[in-house]
């Protein structure tokens, strides 16, 4: 299963950009989705997620109040909002959904499904 997602791009430090993702099938049988980031020479981490049935939330520390996730019930789709962006914040984010809880909940991995990457570039 391919999620599809769109937005990403260039913007100066302080700036804003919008994600987006369309949920795999029928959201039903989605537990959550989330985006993950990854930089060269790092790991893939899991910066934001979101519960798909109450809209719970969870945001790494390091995006706490820059960034909102949220999701279309009606459309099936995951947005991710990024204010205040920082060069730091350079990477290539993927869009991912989990398909069932595992230990850790929506706040871990694993997560089953995948994008194929959107960058996000920040200049100073």
Not at 13 to 39: D, H, N
Not at 57 to 67: E, I, L, P
């Amino acid at each position: 299963v391919q999620l599809q997602a769109s937005g990403g791009g260039l913007v100066q430090a302080g700036g804003s950009l919008r994600l987006s993702c369309a949920a795999p099938g029928r959201s039903g049988r989605i537990y959550s989705m989330g985006w993950f980031r990854q930089s060269p020479g790092k790991e893939r981490t899991l910066v934001v997620s979101i519960r798909w049935g109450d809209a719970s939330t969870y945001y790494a520390d390091s995006v706490k109040g820059r960034f909102t996730i949220s999701r279309d019930n009606v459309e099936n789709t995951v947005s991710l909002q990024m204010n205040n962006l920082k060069p730091e914040d350079t990477a290539v984010y993927y869009c991912a959904a989990k398909r069932a809880f595992t230990p850790g909940g929506f706040a871990e991995p694993p997560y089953h499904y995948y994008g194929q990457g959107t960058q996000v570039t920040v200049s100073s």
